[in-house]
């Protein structure tokens, strides 16, 4: 006999029977509900101890993992039981086949079948059973369980981004099976058809009528919801015939208004009311007035991508520590104006708003309460068309715009673009 540590800490037995080896150790007491034994015991088909004892670790986890399934196909959770039945039909060599479907395998493999389920005092061991006979029904995918399998068919999407901008990807998408379920219900996918969208679709449209609300969001909500469904229908092989085309609604296309450059000069720059908005959300929008960066570009900026003490003093947009939004994005923008002035006093970046919500409604809140907005149809976005115009104004070469701008080009891209002091000096011919 000969005893000898193994995984998860078990001191596993082998002992000699006869002529061949087997092993004997006593069942944990977290399967007492679901082994019916109080010693497991196997034969190893050996006679050679060393072999019995490297066979004896791979049949003790064997077992064990088998015993985990039986835990979990005793589960209240319909799909955790029937992903149970599947891994114990795959440990005892089968592969998991719907009961319906039984009757059409060779005889010899249902003998097999059969033949594999553990009797003990002339009883089947009913899990078993169920599982090499195709006993568990596969449950029906509700919308709910939906967006839960989505997030893992998903998550390559997140590659990059950071907790914020995950956060933001995901709520919209919560947002929209929120409300479908609470218009339709948590019913199963495979249920909701055309009629179900229009449903949902018909709700939208009274918000919109009643309250307000924009064709945009509706076209968000219906957007999130289709492509969810789509891809857990194509990723779990469901077979269903989405046909959800021509629901969305009419949108009325808005640009974002771009600031004057008499008022920013004139009004916002150079207003003592400005002095009250926190250093932080200050030096990003006056950052933002000569480089026309977008706010959450400008947020993400630590110290070294703030590079103050070189010939040219500059700022580099990469990522850091979030996904930029294009590859285009990343890029190098000299400072000259208000906008090195804002930099050189918080060389540092911005740690209030580095990956986090809130910049631009705060700073969209204050100009507006503070008169420093030019219409009431301007927000602080309109700071980044205007730094765009004033380019086109002094005729400013396209690839140097769009370079600036963090921009496709509309033809492939030669070269590396303009030096730094050319476009050190575009900056400074229309830095304010």
Not at 51 to 65: D, G, H, P, S, Y
């Amino acid at each position: 006999m000969a005893i000898f540590g193994a995984h998860l800490g078990a001191l596993l037995t082998v002992e000699k029977v006869g002529g061949t080896y087997r092993i004997r150790r006593r069942v944990p007491k977290r399967y007492a509900g679901i082994e019916p034994r109080k010693v497991f015991k196997a034969s190893l088909k050996t006679d050679s101890e060393s072999e019995a004892r490297e066979k004896a670790v791979a049949v003790w986890k064997t077992q064990v993992e088998a015993w985990e399934m039986k835990l979990a196909g005793n589960a209240e959770d319909a799909e955790a039981r029937y992903e149970a039945a599947r891994a114990l039909a795959r440990a005892k060599g089968f592969r998991y086949v719907p009961a319906a479907a039984i009757p059409s395998l060779p005889i010899e493999e249902i003998v097999r079948r059969v033949e594999a389920v553990t009797f003990r005092n002339g009883k089947p061991d009913m899990t078993e059973a169920r599982a090499l006979l195709g006993g568990v029904k596969k449950p029906e995918i509700t919308v709910s369980r939906a967006l839960d399998l989505y997030w893992h068919l998903a998550d390559d999407k997140t590659l990059g981004k950071s907790p914020d901008q995950v956060r933001r990807w995901r709520n919209p998408r919560i947002k929209a099976i929120t409300n479908f379920i609470e218009v339709v219900g948590d019913i199963p996918v495979a249920r909701i058809g055309r009629d179900e969208i229009r449903e949902f679709r018909d709700w939208w449209l009274d918000r919109i009528r009643d309250e307000g609300l924009t064709a945009n969001s509706a076209n968000k909500d219906l957007t999130h919801l289709v492509s969810t469904l789509r891809l857990v229908n194509r990723e779990k092989s469901l077979g269903l015939d989405f046909k959800f085309d021509g629901l969305a609604f009419t949108e009325k296309k808005g640009q974002r208004v771009a600031f004057s450059e008499a008022w920013i000069r004139d009004h916002l720059v150079t207003s003592p009311k400005l002095m009250g908005l926190n250093t932080e959300a200050r030096s990003i929008l006056l950052g933002m007035v000569n480089t026309g960066y977008r706010p959450s570009e400008g947020a993400s900026l630590g110290p070294s991508q703030i590079r103050l003490d070189t010939e040219i003093p500059h700022i580099s947009i990469e990522p850091n520590g979030r996904a930029l939004k294009t590859e285009n994005a990343i890029r190098v923008i000299p400072l000259a104006g208000v906008s090195l002035d804002a930099f050189r006093a918080c060389p540092s970046g911005f740690p209030r708003y580095h990956d986090k919500a809130g910049l631009t409604a705060t700073i969209n809140k204050f100009l507006r309460e503070n008169g420093l907005m030019e219409t009431p149809e301007h927000s602080l976005y309109g700071l980044r068309h205007s730094f765009e115009d004033r380019m086109l104004d002094r005729d400013v070469d396209e690839r140097i715009r769009r370079d600036l701008m963090g921009h496709a080009l509309n033809r492939e891209r030669y070269g590396k673009g303009a030096s730094m002091e050319k476009l050190h000096a575009v900056i400074q011919k229309i830095a304010l």
